[in-house]
């Protein structure tokens, strides 16, 4: 089969715990453009934070970004799908987790809206170096009722994050997506948004078959686009539920993965 398109989540499958790409990875992503593949990031950062990697590694075609929720062009910024957040549902998602002291973000046009200022966000800010707007709201269950997020991420201790969504798919789950992007972080989007769903649209948009299609991630987030794919490929450092429904697992993120990967299977 000869691959066309290859979707790279980011942290923790090209993108390592410094945020650094290792010179292996970038070198084999270089060398699968020109062989004439189409590269892009499928992630769960939003689309300014997900730019500088695109830059990093000289990708040009349409981003996957919030999860799945917006594809939108490196080369222009103009947006090819977007979908966003029921107000009512996202609110009373919010209520939850402030009820329970949980610091949220909520992501509406490219701008991180919180209740208050705590060091979970210096914790958050931390994976996101380019330097995102942040807006303090007094009344934040009322600003994302009246303007649609994008998406909402929350953060706690990882013992913590996997009951705080099984309790919100409980109370909203018939309303938008939960899923788990880091040992720290939930996230939220609107009902039927995930990667998978974003990268069948994109190979739709660019006339690609299914079986054409390479995915590669590490974390419950990308389950659905690395089972959608042709060929979908678990990091070695995937945790187990994503390695089980794999094509095949590769080498860990310290070892290149991605690399071997494009060098096995694309090149």
């Not at 009512?88 to 909520?106: G, K, P, Q, S």
């Not at 934040?140 to 997020?149: K, L, R, S």
């Not at 909402?152 to 109370?171: G, I, K, M, S």
Request: negative net charge; glycine residues 6%.
């Amino acid at each position: 089969m000869q691959y066309r398109l290859l979707a790279l989540d980011l942290d923790g499958t090209v993108v390592n715990h410094d945020l650094s790409v290792s010179p292996r990875v970038r070198k084999a992503i270089e060398a699968a453009q020109r062989a004439g593949v189409i590269v892009t990031i499928a992630t769960g950062r939003m689309y300014g934070a997900a730019m500088p990697f695109a830059r990093l590694l000289d990708i040009t075609a349409p981003l996957i970004c919030y999860q799945g929720a917006v594809i939108q062009n490196a080369s222009d910024a103009h947006i090819r799908f977007a979908v966003t957040m029921p107000g009512a549902a996202t609110a009373e998602a919010i209520a939850y987790l402030l009820a329970r002291d949980v610091f949220v973000v909520a992501y509406i046009d490219e701008v991180l809206h919180i209740a208050h200022k705590r060091p979970e966000l210096d914790v958050y800010l931390s994976y996101h170096p380019e330097g995102a707007e942040v807006r303090v709201c007094q009344d934040f269950q009322a600003v994302v009722h009246a303007n649609a997020p994008t998406k909402v991420l929350f953060v706690a201790q990882p013992e913590q994050v996997a009951p705080l969504l099984a309790d919100l798919d409980a109370r909203v789950g018939d309303r938008l997506m939960t899923t788990q992007s880091h040992a720290l972080f939930g996230e939220l989007t609107a009902l039927g948004v995930n990667k998978g769903v974003a990268l069948a649209e994109l190979a739709r948009q660019l006339d690609i078959p299914r079986d054409a299609v390479v995915a590669i991630g590490d974390q419950a987030n990308d389950l659905e686009m690395v089972e959608w794919a042709g060929l979908g490929l678990a990091m070695g450092n995937a945790i187990l539920p994503l390695k089980a429904i794999a094509n095949h697992i590769l080498p860990t993120i310290a070892e290149d993965g991605v690399a071997v990967a494009i060098e096995q299977f694309i090149l």
